[in-house]
């Protein structure tokens, strides 16, 4: 359909007005336009989204079914009939129109977003009623849509439910650390080789249900045992190679038993020994071999895989991830730039580890002053904000790498990366390299060097980085000079129960550091600590990357809320609000103590008032603080 003048200055008019929450200016906008183009879907569209703000949802299904049936079948006009249909507890419905939604238009990031959140909440629905759903997720995986931890690891424990109604198998209630029954560890494994969706996410991301680990490491020692006793036949290579690329994602964070140990070291020397005698390499050694320890700390094994390597092979993708690609990166490596030339040949480098993510998320169709209003609580705390066009950035430990490549899609920007891992630098540039974006200059250093940047920012994002440091303070000053007037800092800093429990678990582990990770995991699933114990139900306990950081950290300060305002008040800097606390669920329920206790600060952006709230109710241990901050012009 061509837009007349008139449908597309009133399309604008009405997108700005609903961008300052203008909402009824807006509506009275939209429902004069549709009087004069009563045929016009779009104007339905956004007349359904404003009826669901005003939370008038039945007048919202009911424009919303007229226009699917008379105008058009349009994939927003079903997005907007599933939510109104989900707020006037017409659920099922809601769920169902957000698949026939995502049926028309599969790349609708959004739709996937509200369908997990549904999902949710009534994971009943997941594959039970409709079987549409597990493709619809995984398409949006594929296409690269669906792709935050939290969505995933809603969908594998939604697996997780359907196990549970079809064989009877009550994960949720069953201790981890009792004996798993063979007849439902074999219809677990059974059942999981024809899950497309569940063995690409065990490939994505990493496992964060103890029980679902449990069964994973019964079944990876179940082959390990068959491969040794040369019963090849018997084992499935494909989720052998899926068992691989999860144990990549997690950091290798899985338990090891001496059992185990005892038969990789056995396999070790087989795999050598054909390689020495020029023999076919079995895959499926390969393959359990991968899944228990990583290939690149194996130099004859790698340089065999990397010569041998190609397209015919079933562990041809393993062998890419798991060493090509870090091999490329330790070419990259030794041409990346060091913001500090005299770092180059020193050991000062970080030696943290990190992930390997499957996909990005990119921020598109979107100005720099957008997405921030579209992060904080309430948007409106802007107003008016005058827009940055070609906004320079400055991004700042260990998420910058992810926030870079998020960040590259904003229509001019330009952006800078400071990050101490010269392994994550490459990695990004390889990345980078391959997503053909080109306004992302990597800089090897740390935060001792920011005296060196050359170049004043829209926006500097820095995550953790000052928290531990000893002169926090100083280089939080330093990082103001950079910043533009009128520009914004956001700031992701450890709260205060993260600190704490940082502490408590390196107190404990103080003596383990040498012992592997999935040692040290089970040794603090153990301990009699409360606050240990709730940390053990996060996703950073199944991340052996983040949490071998953690234990490492070096705790040298501790920047909370209170010295933060002060370095604000001293920096001309403003308080806009919070970016981030944790979860939907948690952060309404904490912005509503936060409302009784303040009813004053409809806006929330009163840090004074959060430095007293948090004494009552402290931030959630194993999250962070994450605000945004505007330097006063």
Not at 163 to 182: A, H, L, R, V
Not at 288 to 303: G, T
Not at 354 to 381: E, V, W
């Amino acid at each position: 359909m061509k837009s007349s003048k008139y449908l597309k200055d009133r399309y604008q008019k009405i997108n700005e007005l609903v961008k300052l929450n203008q909402y009824k200016e807006a509506r009275e906008i939209t429902e004069e336009a549709i009087i004069k183009e009563p045929n016009d879907y779009r104007l339905h569209n956004l007349l359904c989204m404003l009826l669901i703000i005003f939370k008038e949802n039945e007048k919202a299904i009911d424009l919303a079914l007229h226009s699917i049936k008379n105008i058009k079948k349009d994939a927003i006009s079903y997005f907007y009939l599933g939510q109104a249909q989900w707020n006037s507890d017409q659920k099922e419905k809601g769920i169902l129109n957000i698949i026939e939604c995502l049926k028309i238009d599969p790349e609708l990031q959004v739709a996937y977003n509200v369908l997990t959140g549904y999902l949710k909440i009534i994971p009943s629905m997941a594959f039970s009623n409709n079987k549409d759903i597990e493709s619809i997720l995984l398409k949006g995986i594929k296409a690269g849509l669906l792709k935050t931890k939290d969505n995933e690891g809603l969908i594998i424990k939604l697996y997780i439910d359907n196990f549970n109604s079809q064989y009877s198998i009550n994960f949720m209630e069953t201790n981890p650390k009792d004996n798993i029954e063979d007849q439902h560890l074999e219809n677990f494994i059974n059942d999981i080789f024809s899950k497309d969706l569940f063995l690409l996410l065990l490939k994505s991301v990493p496992t964060s249900l103890e029980i679902l680990e449990k069964y994973l490491t019964e079944i990876r020692k179940k082959y390990l045992i068959t491969i040794f006793n040369s019963q090849n036949n018997d084992v499935n290579t494909h989720f052998l190679i899926t068992l691989a690329q999860q144990s990549l994602r997690n950091g290798y964070s899985w338990f090891i038993c001496p059992e185990e140990e005892d038969i990789l070291d056995e396999i070790e020397v087989r795999i050598k020994k054909d390689i020495k005698e020029n023999k076919k390499l079995n895959e499926n050694e390969i393959a359990i071999f991968a899944s228990y320890k990583h290939l690149n700390n194996f130099q004859e094994i790698e340089n065999y895989l990397i010569k041998n390597n190609n397209k015919k092979l079933k562990i041809h993708d393993l062998i890419n991830s798991h060493i090509i690609e870090i091999s490329e990166e330790n070419k990259i490596s030794k041409k990346v730039n060091f913001l500090n030339i005299k770092n180059k040949d020193s050991n000062i480098l970080s030696n943290k580890r990190f992930n390997r993510p499957i996909g990005y998320n990119l921020l598109t169709d979107s100005s720099l002053t957008d997405f921030i209003k579209g992060t904080l609580k309430p948007a409106q705390i802007l107003g008016k904000q005058k827009q940055i066009n070609n906004p320079k950035l400055l991004l700042i430990g260990e998420t910058s790498v992810a926030k870079s490549i998020f960040y590259s899609g904003l229509e001019g920007s330009k952006i800078d990366v400071l990050n101490e891992s010269l392994s994550e630098i490459s990695y990004a540039s390889r990345i980078v390299k391959k997503n053909k974006r080109k306004n992302i200059n990597f800089l090897v250093g740390g935060l001792d060097d920011i005296d060196l940047l050359k170049n004043q920012y829209d926006l500097i994002d820095i995550y953790r980085s000052i928290n531990f440091s000893a002169d926090g303070s100083k280089q939080f000053e330093k990082l103001c000079a950079f910043l533009k007037p009128g520009g914004f800092m956001r700031l992701e800093l450890v709260s205060q129960k993260e600190y704490a429990l940082t502490e408590n678990i390196q107190k404990h582990v103080a003596g383990m550091k040498k012992k592997n990770i999935g040692f040290i995991r089970n040794f603090l699933r153990d301990l009699n600590d409360k606050e240990i114990q709730l940390f053990t139900k996060k996703k950073k306990f199944y991340d052996g990357n983040s949490l071998n950081n953690l234990i490492n950290e070096k705790i040298t300060n501790y920047l909370s809320l209170e010295k933060c305002k002060i370095l604000i008040e001293n920096q001309n800097l403003k308080f806009l609000g919070w970016s981030r606390i944790v979860d939907p669920i948690y952060r309404n329920s904490f912005f509503a103590e936060y409302n009784k206790m303040f009813k004053d600060d409809i806006i929330y952006n009163k840090l004074q008032n959060w430095i007293d709230f948090e004494k009552e109710y402290p931030f959630d241990n194993s999250e962070n603080y994450s605000f945004w901050l505007r330097k006063e012009n």
